[in-house]
């Protein structure tokens, strides 16, 4: 890390705690669920409001720099802090899955792992970098005997290379993200040498980690990768990986390799990540639910979905009890873009202990281009790096959107999916109950219909689309379940 400071500042610690917090957003009424799959409809949350003007006239490295020094302000007196003053202060963030304390850290030796594991995923993705096999000849004469020298080289080099005037013959083959990966695993795993069982427990939760979180918005191509690989690593959280891939991956062909890898699986390790999808408060999630749940054969979770068929749309809002208040909340998908809300995840390197194993990476700043994967986490500026061993929000998904106005960030932007209880005003409850309920006897909520559909498949039978009438064509009874 650099040593020289770009940005001092001092902090009154009188001045009043609402002057501490960032400026928030505009919050535009919310005029019901979301009842389409496109996600550019989901409501989007942010840290703090967009600045008015983003250009050489406007300081926004300096105006982040000095967030981040009221944060650690804050927190100096008390762990997390600020992130529980903001939580508090601002009902677009209430309900969201922040984790606090001991629950967002990553210590010790699984800090140097990840560590490890996130530089590897980065050195794989870099686009400049390919493999050039050299055939060098003894004594610079043509058809002598040789030996052939592969090496990395950034993608610049080989024009040098072709053009140095040696007597060498260069090939550009650019490899595939996951031979690249793989090569690197198999160089730390032979210069590591043989590692105890702990260590290797650390690894391996280490590279799946570090896979899951920063391939979740690549290529069809390269998740199916992702898929191959977490089927090649024998763990529970391997299991419950792909069954999250069956979920909230958008292509069929992902989710079927998905699916055929959990075919070999120990069921316990996934039902509760499957079962958990029949509920979630986007449909498109409860049917690749029902459809995997068909497709594994899982006959043991007829009963799962039989109470689907009791229950209310999981939109639906309803009264529970909330700091000794009765309150109406409803779920709702939410989302986050990835590059604007660093400081919405992650505490500045200046809060809390140090972590020596642990990576910091430069918050982005508008008006500036995001590095490549190729250039790794940019440390220029002390001021602006945050702890990547300190996430208070973990993602259920991510995908690329199209964003307007973007420039010089990519038109095509990482946006992170959450599910939040939010909680509703009388009006809106009204008017989410009433564009949840089916205007019509017989109408059947997305919900329901995926779960008939998948009790039709299979049972290979058919009856009144009511989860009595199903109980009472298999034998089953509610108190069974």
């Given amino acids: 890390m650099p040593s020289a400071q770009r940005f001092v500042f001092q902090i009154d610690p009188k001045t009043p705690v609402k002057d501490l ?32 003007k983003v250009g050489p006239e406007v300081n926004l490295v300096e105006r982040t720099a000095h967030q981040m020094a009221k944060i650690n302000h804050m927190n100096a007196k008390k762990t997390d802090a600020f992130m529980s003053v903001l939580l508090e202060s601002r009902p677009d963030l209430a309900g969201m899955p922040f984790a606090m304390g001991d629950d ?24 400049g970098q390919f493999p050039v096999t050299t055939v060098r000849s003894f004594g610079g004469q043509a058809g002598a005997q040789g030996f052939i020298d592969t090496s990395i080289m950034p993608a610049q080099a080989l024009q040098v290379a072709n053009s140095s005037g040696l007597s ?5 083959a650019p490899q595939s993200f996951w031979q690249q990966y793989n090569t690197l695993c198999d160089q730390e795993d032979a210069a590591r040498g043989r590692a105890d069982k702990e260590a290797t427990e650390h690894i391996t939760l280490a590279r799946m980690a570090a896979l899951t979180q920063m391939l979740a918005p690549e290529t069809a191509e390269i998740r199916l990768g992702l898929v191959k690989y977490l089927a090649g690593v024998s763990h529970i959280e391997s299991s ?21 890898a959990l075919k070999v699986r120990r069921e316990k390790d996934y039902t509760d990540v499957l079962v958990k999808g029949l509920r979630y408060p ?9 459809e995997a749940i068909t497709k594994l054969e899982r006959t043991d979770l007829i009963p799962n979905l039989l109470a689907v068929l009791d229950a209310a749309d999981p939109r639906m809002p309803v009264t529970k009890e909330m700091g000794g208040k009765t309150s109406t909340v409803a779920l709702e ?34 008006g500036q281009p995001l590095p490549t994967p ?14 990547l061993d300190v996430t208070y929000l973990r993602q259920d998904f991510s995908a690329l959107l199209p964003v307007k106005d973007a420039h010089p960030w990519p038109e095509m932007q990482r946006f992170d999916f959450f599910v939040r209880a939010r909680k509703l005003t009388d009006d809106e409850a ?38 009595d009438a199903w109980r009472k064509l298999l034998g089953h009874t509610a108190k069974s379940e």
């Fill in 21 to 52: 917090l960032p400026v928030a957003p505009k919050v535009a009424p919310i005029s019901g669920p979301v009842l389409t799959d496109d996600l550019k409809k989901v409501v989007e949350v942010e840290f703090q409001a967009k600045p008015e």
């Fill in 240 to 260: 419950k990986a792909l069954a999250r891939m069956v979920l909230f991956s958008a292509e069929d062909d992902v989710r079927a390799a998905a699916i055929t």
């Fill in 168 to 172: 060498q013959q260069a090939f550009r």
């Fill in 104 to 127: 967002c850290r990553v210590d010790g030796e699984r800090a140097k792992y990840f560590t490890q594991a996130v530089n590897t995923v980065r050195q794989a993705l870099g686009s």
């Fill in 374 to 387: 190729a250039e790794g986490y940019r440390q220029s500026v002390p001021e602006l790096l945050i702890r």
């Fill in 333 to 366: 998908m939410v989302k986050v873009n990835h590059h604007r809300n660093c400081l919405m995840c992650h505490a500045p390197t200046g809060s809390g202990a140090p972590n020596a194993n642990a990576i910091s990476a430069e918050v982005a700043i508008q």
């Fill in 282 to 290: 986007w449909p498109a999630v409860a049917k690749r639910a029902a």
């Fill in 430 to 467: 009204e008017t989410y109950r009433a564009q949840l309920t089916p205007k019509e006897a017989g109408v059947l909520s997305p919900y329901h219909k995926a779960a008939l559909t998948a009790l039709r498949d299979l049972t290979g039978k058919d009856t009144a689309p009511t989860a």
